[in-house]
Protein backbone atom coordinates (compact mmCIF):
# COMPACT_ATOMS: atom_id res chain seq x y z
CA UNK A 1 0.00 0.00 0.00
CA UNK A 2 1.24 3.76 -0.97
CA UNK A 3 0.90 6.50 1.72
CA UNK A 4 -2.88 7.25 -0.06
CA UNK A 5 -4.25 3.92 0.86
CA UNK A 6 -4.32 2.54 -2.79
CA UNK A 7 -2.54 -0.08 -3.93
CA UNK A 8 -0.63 -0.21 -7.15
CA UNK A 9 -1.13 -3.37 -9.07
CA UNK A 10 0.55 -4.17 -12.75
CA UNK A 11 0.17 -6.89 -14.26
CA UNK A 12 3.10 -8.46 -16.15
CA UNK A 13 3.30 -10.97 -19.52
CA UNK A 14 4.65 -14.35 -17.81
CA UNK A 15 7.76 -13.71 -20.02
CA UNK A 16 8.61 -10.53 -19.12
CA UNK A 17 12.23 -9.99 -18.34
CA UNK A 18 14.24 -6.41 -16.67
CA UNK A 19 14.03 -4.10 -13.90
CA UNK A 20 9.96 -3.19 -12.24
CA UNK A 21 9.29 0.23 -10.73
CA UNK A 22 9.33 0.60 -6.71
CA UNK A 23 5.89 0.69 -5.16
CA UNK A 24 4.09 -1.66 -6.92
CA UNK A 25 2.78 -4.93 -6.58
CA UNK A 26 3.73 -7.02 -9.56
CA UNK A 27 1.12 -9.95 -10.78
CA UNK A 28 2.79 -12.03 -13.76
CA UNK A 29 0.13 -13.33 -16.53
CA UNK A 30 -0.32 -17.05 -16.75
CA UNK A 31 1.84 -18.07 -19.67
CA UNK A 32 -0.13 -19.74 -22.40
CA UNK A 33 0.51 -23.48 -21.26
CA UNK A 34 -0.87 -22.47 -18.24
CA UNK A 35 -4.55 -20.91 -19.53
CA UNK A 36 -4.57 -23.79 -22.02
CA UNK A 37 -4.01 -26.26 -19.22
CA UNK A 38 -7.01 -24.99 -16.78
CA UNK A 39 -8.93 -24.59 -20.00
CA UNK A 40 -8.48 -28.53 -20.51
CA UNK A 41 -9.21 -29.31 -16.62
CA UNK A 42 -12.11 -26.85 -16.78
CA UNK A 43 -13.26 -28.84 -19.28
CA UNK A 44 -12.66 -31.78 -18.61
CA UNK A 45 -14.84 -31.42 -15.19
CA UNK A 46 -17.67 -30.20 -17.40
CA UNK A 47 -17.79 -33.03 -19.26
CA UNK A 48 -17.58 -35.22 -15.88
CA UNK A 49 -20.68 -33.42 -14.92
CA UNK A 50 -22.57 -33.86 -17.71
CA UNK A 51 -21.70 -37.45 -17.60
CA UNK A 52 -22.74 -38.00 -14.22
CA UNK A 53 -25.85 -36.12 -14.50
CA UNK A 54 -24.96 -32.39 -14.88
CA UNK A 55 -24.74 -31.20 -11.02
CA UNK A 56 -28.61 -30.91 -10.65
CA UNK A 57 -29.63 -29.38 -13.20
CA UNK A 58 -33.50 -29.50 -14.59
CA UNK A 59 -35.20 -28.58 -17.27
CA UNK A 60 -38.90 -28.37 -16.37
CA UNK A 61 -41.34 -27.77 -19.06
CA UNK A 62 -42.13 -24.58 -17.52
CA UNK A 63 -38.43 -23.31 -17.33
CA UNK A 64 -38.27 -24.34 -21.23
CA UNK A 65 -41.43 -22.77 -22.10
CA UNK A 66 -39.77 -19.31 -19.75
CA UNK A 67 -36.53 -19.74 -22.02
CA UNK A 68 -38.26 -19.72 -25.31
CA UNK A 69 -40.43 -16.87 -24.04
CA UNK A 70 -37.48 -15.19 -23.05
CA UNK A 71 -35.34 -15.79 -26.73
CA UNK A 72 -38.28 -14.37 -28.71
CA UNK A 73 -38.29 -11.26 -26.51
CA UNK A 74 -34.39 -10.88 -27.26
CA UNK A 75 -35.10 -11.32 -31.03
CA UNK A 76 -37.74 -9.04 -31.00
CA UNK A 77 -35.30 -6.58 -29.20
CA UNK A 78 -32.95 -7.16 -31.60
CA UNK A 79 -35.34 -6.36 -34.21
CA UNK A 80 -36.63 -2.77 -33.09
CA UNK A 81 -33.32 -1.01 -31.01
CA UNK A 82 -29.97 -2.86 -32.66
CA UNK A 83 -31.40 -3.27 -36.17
CA UNK A 84 -32.64 0.05 -36.52
CA UNK A 85 -29.34 0.85 -35.86
CA UNK A 86 -27.36 -1.08 -37.81
CA UNK A 87 -29.46 0.15 -40.71
CA UNK A 88 -28.84 3.68 -39.49
CA UNK A 89 -25.14 3.28 -39.92
CA UNK A 90 -25.22 1.94 -43.20
CA UNK A 91 -26.68 4.60 -44.49
CA UNK A 92 -24.41 7.34 -44.21
CA UNK A 93 -23.87 9.79 -47.49
CA UNK A 94 -20.78 11.44 -47.55
CA UNK A 95 -20.79 15.65 -47.03
CA UNK A 96 -19.11 16.41 -49.76
CA UNK A 97 -17.28 15.22 -53.01
CA UNK A 98 -13.75 15.01 -51.51
CA UNK A 99 -11.91 12.44 -51.04
CA UNK A 100 -11.71 12.32 -46.88
CA UNK A 101 -15.78 12.79 -46.84
CA UNK A 102 -15.84 9.60 -48.90
CA UNK A 103 -13.71 7.37 -47.06
CA UNK A 104 -15.16 8.38 -43.90
CA UNK A 105 -18.12 7.52 -44.95
CA UNK A 106 -17.16 4.42 -46.59
CA UNK A 107 -15.65 3.12 -43.34
CA UNK A 108 -18.48 4.66 -41.29
CA UNK A 109 -21.08 2.32 -43.49
CA UNK A 110 -18.78 -0.63 -43.75
CA UNK A 111 -18.63 -0.33 -39.65
CA UNK A 112 -22.74 -0.43 -40.09
CA UNK A 113 -22.84 -3.44 -42.28
CA UNK A 114 -20.19 -5.35 -40.03
CA UNK A 115 -22.41 -5.08 -37.16
CA UNK A 116 -25.22 -5.92 -38.89
CA UNK A 117 -23.44 -9.02 -39.87
CA UNK A 118 -22.71 -9.39 -36.09
CA UNK A 119 -26.78 -9.19 -35.75
CA UNK A 120 -27.29 -11.84 -38.20
CA UNK A 121 -24.81 -14.50 -36.57
CA UNK A 122 -26.29 -13.81 -33.04
CA UNK A 123 -29.78 -13.85 -34.11
CA UNK A 124 -28.81 -17.26 -35.64
CA UNK A 125 -27.18 -18.47 -32.70
CA UNK A 126 -30.14 -17.48 -30.50
CA UNK A 127 -32.54 -19.11 -32.68
CA UNK A 128 -30.55 -22.18 -33.04
CA UNK A 129 -30.64 -21.79 -29.24
CA UNK A 130 -34.54 -21.47 -29.47
CA UNK A 131 -35.43 -24.61 -31.19
CA UNK A 132 -33.22 -26.90 -29.33
CA UNK A 133 -35.03 -25.66 -26.33
CA UNK A 134 -38.34 -26.48 -28.17
CA UNK A 135 -37.69 -29.60 -29.44
CA UNK A 136 -36.85 -30.46 -25.58
CA UNK A 137 -40.02 -29.18 -24.71
CA UNK A 138 -41.68 -30.77 -27.97
CA UNK A 139 -40.37 -33.94 -27.15
CA UNK A 140 -41.39 -33.94 -23.21
CA UNK A 141 -44.88 -33.07 -23.76
CA UNK A 142 -44.66 -35.81 -26.11
CA UNK A 143 -43.36 -38.19 -23.91
CA UNK A 144 -46.06 -37.02 -21.06
CA UNK A 145 -48.75 -37.43 -23.34
CA UNK A 146 -47.27 -41.18 -24.29
CA UNK A 147 -47.27 -41.87 -20.43
CA UNK A 148 -50.73 -40.43 -19.57
CA UNK A 149 -52.18 -42.27 -22.62
CA UNK A 150 -50.40 -45.73 -20.75
CA UNK A 151 -51.81 -45.08 -17.64
CA UNK A 152 -54.80 -44.53 -19.11
CA UNK A 153 -55.04 -47.81 -21.25
CA UNK A 154 -55.17 -46.03 -24.46
CA UNK A 155 -52.66 -47.76 -27.02
CA UNK A 156 -51.96 -45.70 -30.00
CA UNK A 157 -50.60 -48.33 -32.14
CA UNK A 158 -53.86 -50.38 -32.26
Known sequence: MTDDGV???????A??????????????????????KEAADAQAKAN???STGGGGYRLT????KEIVTE????????QLDPRQQARALTSFVPMGDEVASIAYVQDANAAGRSYNN?????VAE????????????????????????HLKGVNPSR
Open 7 to 13: ERVRHLP
Open 71 to 78: IDDILDWI
Open 126 to 149: LQRQKDAFQQALDTYQKQEHQATD
Open 118 to 122: YLNSV
Open 15 to 36: NMQGPLVPGYKYVRDKTPEQVA
Open 48 to 50: EGM
Open 61 to 64: PELL
